[in-house]
């Protein structure tokens, strides 16, 4: 049975940092593509950044880059992001999701978590 749990949600101020966690099983994260998505009111389902099976290519939506980072720890079958530098804009539901994708999209397919919030606020 496919789970993904994520953690790590929280309120924080703007410029702050947190580090959020996805925790799969039932299936290997290695060798699949998975990816963190937001959803905040009012604003469309958003994909975040991806990271493709067994190459571990990624994607970064614009807003994001340089700022947060995606990684996988194969040994724990954990999906983490790295968000620094946070703006009221990143505010949402974050949950990790398996997606296809490639250099320049990614798009989310049938497995999701429920999702932990994200505040930026001062």
């Known amino acids: 049975q496919v789970q993904l749990v994520e953690s790590g949600g929280a309120l924080v101020q703007p410029g702050g940092s947190l580090r959020l966690s996805c925790a799969a099983s039932g299936f290997s994260l290695f060798y699949s593509t998975i990816g963190w998505f937001r959803q905040a009111p009012g604003k469309e389902r958003e994909a975040v950044s991806c990271i493709s099976g067994t190459a571990g290519n990624t994607y970064y939506t614009d807003s994001v880059k340089s700022r947060f980072t995606i990684s996988r720890d194969n040994a724990r079958n954990t999906l983490s992001l790295q968000m620094n530098s946070l703006r009221p804009e990143d505010t949402g539901l974050y949950y990790c999701?398996?997606?296809?994708?490639?250099?320049?999209?990614?798009?989310?397919?049938?497995?999701r978590g429920q999702g932990t919030q994200v505040t930026v606020s001062s």
């Open positions: 999701a398996t997606a296809r994708m490639n250099t320049n999209m990614c798009a989310q397919r049938d497995n």
